[in-house]
């Protein structure tokens, strides 16, 4: 499960990061916009987020036994290694359809000079799917391996996604007024409202 295990942190790399600055920079936009935060606050959610995703991507390869003796990894029990890889499968299926749906409106931090938002496909029920991708990968990367350097930066992810949510919220409210405001009122922040659910999965016919 090591080759796997590598593999998929390998395309949360390439396909969550990497791809999509490229093709914002074929769109003629600036996707990285870490560095045009205004706040501290912005530009300190957007480095811990980008950084805990590199870190963790990286230390977790190391962790996948493909350095053999050398590898620190502790051994969790194999039905907790398979959850992790299908958490982190899901994750990423769901983080690179999130940003392709962004399509050009994508960006890596939180950029003031932009006030887009999307609102089809899992934005029509989610406020941040991309973010909800990436909680999957960082709780499926501690499930498979169960290091301390694992899980403290995967904490920070999370604290730093979290923040990043909120900030991107509160100034799109500030730009847009009470359209985000009606978004925000029939969608889920990171998951599906529980009205949402229940209509997909028993939709009723109205006269």
Do not use: N
Request: aromatic residues 6%; charged residues 15%; positive net charge.
């Amino acid at each position: 499960m090591g080759w796997i295990y590598a593999g998929r942190m390998t395309a949360l790399l390439v396909g969550g990061l990497v791809l999509p600055v490229l093709r914002g920079r074929r769109a003629g936009v600036k996707p990285v916009a870490v560095a045009r935060a205004h706040r501290p606050i912005e530009r300190l959610a957007g480095v811990g987020l980008s950084m805990s995703v590199g870190i963790t991507a990286l230390w977790s390869i190391l962790h996948s036994k493909l350095l053999g003796e050398m590898s620190l990894e502790l051994d969790a029990p194999p039905g907790l290694q398979i959850a992790g890889l299908v958490v982190i499968g899901s994750g990423l299926a769901v983080l690179i359809t999130g940003q392709v749906q962004m399509g050009p409106a994508w960006r890596l931090g939180i950029d003031r000079q932009s006030s887009d938002f999307v609102q089809r496909g899992l934005f029509s029920r989610v406020r941040h799917p991309i973010y909800s991708g990436f909680a999957c990968v960082f709780l499926g990367a501690v499930a498979f391996s169960p290091a301390v350097p694992t899980a403290i930066v995967s904490s920070i992810g999370l604290v730093c996604l979290v923040a990043e949510a909120r900030l991107e919220e509160a100034l799109l409210l500030e730009h847009l007024g009470d359209p985000y405001a009606r978004y925000m009122a029939r969608t889920g922040r990171f998951l599906p409202r529980p009205s949402q659910a229940r209509e997909a999965v028993s939709p009723i016919a109205k006269p």
